[in-house]
């Protein structure tokens, strides 16, 4: 089986399997940092829904006495996951759960700038915005990259 996108890897990207990365074609990419971002929804989903006293301690907010809502978005971020999981398993069939996943972490991150910015400033909220936007970002350049090379690739194609 020949594969579209070759990975070529220098001696140094060889050496750090972090800079393996750098080596996967966009469209692996892409897919592998759905994966991740699946993995960090469920992540934040398991802690809003069992709201552990001391996390939430930690992150500089008082008791809970409501546990409602906070476990509704906890099980809003696992059924994300799920849209991020479609999106990873086949970039180019699933690209509308792509677009979707950009469209949410964008949403988030105007949410949560703005509920830091004008109604409680607390570390974790601003930390939360400034992931949502990476994660956003990086999806959304990811999707580009790939998808041009797709269509590059279709071109080349008899």
């Not at 476990?71 to 849209?83: E, K, L, P, R, S």
Request: aromatic share 14%.
């Amino acid at each position: 089986m020949t594969r579209v996108f070759p990975v070529r890897c220098t001696k140094n990207q060889l050496m750090n399997p972090l800079s393996r990365l750098c080596g996967l074609p966009p469209p692996q990419r892409l897919a592998l940092l759905l994966w991740v971002v699946a993995a960090h929804s469920i992540m934040v989903g398991m802690i809003l829904v069992i709201q552990p006293a001391i996390l939430i301690r930690l992150m500089g907010f008082g008791e809970i006495h409501e546990r409602f809502f906070p476990c509704q978005g906890g099980v809003f971020h696992m059924v994300m996951a799920i849209a991020y999981i479609y999106g990873a398993m086949d970039i180019h069939k699933n690209k509308n759960m792509i677009i979707y996943a950009i469209i949410v972490k964008m949403a988030a991150t105007l949410f949560l700038f703005f509920y830091y910015f004008f109604i409680e400033r607390h570390w974790i909220i601003f930390l939360s915005a400034m992931i949502d936007f990476s994660m956003g970002v990086a999806i959304w350049g990811l999707l580009w990259v790939a998808s041009a090379g797709y269509k590059a690739h279709e071109k080349a194609a008899p």
